[in-house]
């Protein structure tokens, strides 16, 4: 293949941009439903209905975004101007979602609360959607998709590890003389700030270089009609929902088998073990400064901490950012993986293997936190791989419809893959609780009962690992392995230098 290889520079620059938008997606993920009820102070109710009104219109704004990126035509390209006129409204959205108006009824905070948080998901549809098509007209070259792909990735948990292990210590921080309120606020102003330097560096340093053969000259019905007949993407569109159903039923469930299941003197003695429990600290003293200590302050059990006080609180989020450290080492093996025996199969045995690792939880007692560990740390290093190679894959679909069809439409590929995130997020979050309600007793308004908490267990363990089964099973039925992979790029590069000979 003769397209030109991307630089270090490029490469990295693109990998800017997924980095913003996870400090917009892990804060959603990890804080917002505690920040509306604990700090913007409306009621569950009312936060649970803002998060899946904003949600659900997501995943049905990036269909339409998608149909207006492929039909969009500027000198910059079709993908990268919505990255540049987002990068400002994002910024200041951002901050307005996390900012709590003073002497407001509570009619009003849900209102506004409803309106500053559909605003952000727009924008973040509106920016992340025609991003993500922008990885696959960056370069023809499959081997340099995959390697754009895992920057991507070590970008994107970087940011994860900063969001999770950062923003709580900003926020008592930045309370300190004032109040959490000022502190959400702040520490969303930083955190903007960094986005927007982020999407224009992005902006700045890439460039689209794969023209379709033909221009978009069809209605969206007839784009979607001839993407429902692509069985790759419909396998691929399956296989999204589930795995993104996945990610949020396994948040959900471990961080109630930690806060529940898991024995705390185990966890509290793991944790003093690393020396994060500050054990001369005494209640009531000033904060320390360093993240570390933060995390001993919390565990040592000192309410006045506006941070919060909770032993399973910290255990999580140390097995979470070791998991993560360990997600960003490996993913940067997944290029030569890939190129040595095919996205295909790594991405089968990836999940297959997280699967095993899964199931295994299931086995662990409420003591063993080592064992805890070390299958956090194994599943990560099996699943890690497959992060950046399925987003490559997305870019192969969109290949394989230009391939069958001379037509290509990445933007609808793409968006059609975000709305299936979406859902999934959604359903994963909701099928979580709906399964502990109906099987196993679960009331948030009581303590947990031993059939609870094997509930907590087995979602855990069992719920998760069957999931990544059928993740596995519908991989192994996807068509496009590594041969065929290679011809499509082979004969679409060729139908293009014969299309656009001067290109």
């Known amino acids: 293949m003769n397209s030109p290889r991307l630089s270090f520079y490029e490469k990295a620059g693109y990998s800017a941009g997924d980095a913003a938008a996870n400090f917009v997606f892990m804060t959603m993920i990890l804080f917002q439903a505690n920040f509306y009820t604990d ?30 990126a492929d039909r969009t035509n500027t000198r910059w390209g079709r993908f990268r101007p ?21 002497g407001w ?17 727009t924008l973040y549809s509106m920016n992340n959607m025609p991003y993500s098509a922008l990885g696959g007209v960056m370069t023809g070259d499959v081997h340099d998709r995959t390697r754009l792909n895992s920057f991507r990735f070590v970008a994107a948990n970087a940011a994860q590890f900063i969001v999770g292990g950062l923003t709580l210590p900003l926020v008592a921080k930045f309370a300190v003389g004032h109040d959490r309120q ?23 340093t890439t460039r689209e270089r794969i023209q379709p053969v033909q221009l978009v000259k069809f209605s969206p019905l007839q784009d ?22 996945i990610l949020s039923f396994r948040g959900g469930a471990l961080y109630n088998y930690y806060h529940n299941y898991a024995d705390r003197t185990a966890m509290f003695d793991f944790l003093q073990k690393l ?16 993240v570390l200590e933060w995390l001993g302050y919390i565990v040592h059990g000192d309410q006045s901490n506006p941070a919060g006080s909770n032993v399973a609180d910290v255990f999580n989020s140390v097995i979470n950012m070791l998991g993560t450290g360990i997600t960003i080492v490996v ?19 990836g999940f297959g293997l997280a699967a095993i690792g899964s199931l295994a939880f299931y086995g662990l007692s409420p003591t063993n936190t080592t064992g805890m560990v070390v299958l956090t740390l194994l599943t990560a290093i099996v699943y890690a791989p497959t992060i950046p190679l399925i987003w490559a894959i997305y870019a192969d679909v969109a290949d394989y419809s230009e391939w069958k069809t001379g037509r290509r439409f990445t933007g609808i590929v793409f968006a059609t893959i975000g709305f299936a995130l979406k859902c999934g997020l959604a359903l994963g979050s909701s099928s979580f609780l709906w399964i502990m309600a109906a099987f196993f007793d679960y009331d948030p308004k009581r303590p947990p009962g031993p059939q609870t908490l094997e509930g907590f267990r087995a979602c855990s363990g069992i719920g998760v690992g069957l999931l990544f089964g059928v993740c596995t099973l519908l ?29």
């Open 331 to 349: 993913i940067l093996l997944s290029p030569a993986l890939a190129r040595r025996f095919g996205k295909k199969a790594i991405a089968v045995a």
């Open 275 to 290: 020396g994060l429990t500050a054990p001369g600290l005494a209640p009531g003293a000033p904060a320390p400064g360093g």
């Open 82 to 102: 919505w990255i540049l006129w987002t990068a400002v409204p994002w910024a200041v959205v951002m901050v307005l979602a996390y900012s709590t108006p003073k």
């Open 105 to 121: 009824g509570m009619g009003a905070l849900i209102a506004y609360a409803a309106v500053t948080n559909l605003l952000l998901m």
């Open 224 to 245: 979607f009609t001839a993407l429902v007949k692509n069985r790759p993407w419909a396998v691929m569109f399956c296989m999204t929902l589930i795995h993104f159903a």
């Open 39 to 68: 700090v913007f102070g409306i009621s569950a109710a009312a936060a649970g209905w803002i998060l899946l009104s904003a949600r659900l219109w997501d995943a049905f704004a990036d269909p339409m975004v998608g149909l207006l």
């Open 475 to 503: 991989l192994i039925g996807y068509q496009i392995n590594k041969n065929m992979t290679l011809q499509m790029a082979e004969e679409l590069e060729d139908r293009r230098r014969r299309a656009h000979p001067t290109a």
């Open 182 to 204: 000022y502190g959400w606020q702040m520490t969303m102003t930083v955190w903007a700030a960094l986005c927007l330097v982020l999407f224009l560096i992005t902006f700045a």
